[in-house]
């Protein structure tokens, strides 16, 4: 089992020290890791691995059985032994360009909840651009405009962001319906980690966040596309920060 070191709340570290538990020409097993593995919408990290007398570059992170592979690539040197001490750098750019997006996507989920009673039917983060599914929806321009300004505005408010561990039962009594699929995870699943916007939104999340809203810089919505009967997706990018 691998130590899932960014959790609840370390998201921001991307070097770290590690002990190896097996190696072999396609990937690598830690003890623990900061690596983020793909899932929730999220991609998986990228960056290097380092031990004594080589590295190698991480070019994808999966989670197998509670196990996270580091699949590797462009190798230099011998594999590492089991129990070595290997060293892991994470793509500080590409973490952080999800952490903030992560992060927008939920004050963005959370306006059109609030604002068309629409849920979040899907998502997916990338580093440059990302898109949401909302059901039941049908936007027009001024509907984007709102949104986008909403979304903005709760941003440029910089408000705290909590990550942390809590009860599921906890959890289940304070989000706001539309805000998670909690009836999709196992009965035996007590504890959960949870991503709280202070005063506007908590949601049930395994991936990447920043600190504070401010730190997102603010979004622009590029294209709204119908993906079927009542479902619309809105794509958005980044502004700079």
Not at 49 to 66: C, F, L
Not at 108 to 127: F, K, M, P
Not at 148 to 156: G, H, M, S, Y
Request: charged share 35%; hydrophobic share 30%.
């Amino acid at each position: 089992m691998t130590d899932l070191l960014y959790l609840p709340d370390e998201d921001a570290v991307t070097d770290f020290e590690a002990t190896v538990v097996e190696a072999s020409e396609d990937s690598i097993v830690l003890d623990g890791t900061y690596f983020y593995p793909e899932g929730g919408g999220q991609p998986a990290d990228r960056g290097t691995i380092e031990w004594d007398g080589g590295q190698a570059s991480v070019v994808d992170v999966r989670k197998d059985h509670g196990e996270i592979h580091h699949e590797i690539d462009d190798v230099e040197g011998d594999l590492p032994e089991d129990g070595e001490t290997a060293t892991g750098h994470v793509d500080a750019d590409r973490r952080e360009a999800h952490r903030r997006m992560h992060t927008a996507q939920h004050v963005l989920s959370r306006v059109v909840l609030d604002e068309y009673d629409a849920t979040t039917a899907g998502n997916q983060i990338h580093a440059d651009f990302s898109r949401i599914d909302f059901e039941p929806a049908d936007f027009d321009d001024e509907d984007l405009e709102l949104i986008e300004a909403r979304t903005n505005d709760v941003i440029e408010r910089n408000l705290p962001v909590t990550k942390d561990e809590r009860p599921r039962e906890t959890v289940e009594a304070n989000v706001a319906e539309g805000r998670s699929n909690l009836d999709l995870l196992p009965d035996h699943v007590e504890e959960l980690r949870v991503v709280e916007i202070d005063n506007f939104d908590m949601c049930p999340c395994g991936g990447t966040h920043v600190d504070r809203t401010g730190e997102i810089g603010g979004i622009e919505i590029t294209n709204r596309l119908s993906k079927g009967a009542d479902v619309e997706r809105i794509e958005f990018e980044l502004r700079e920060n």
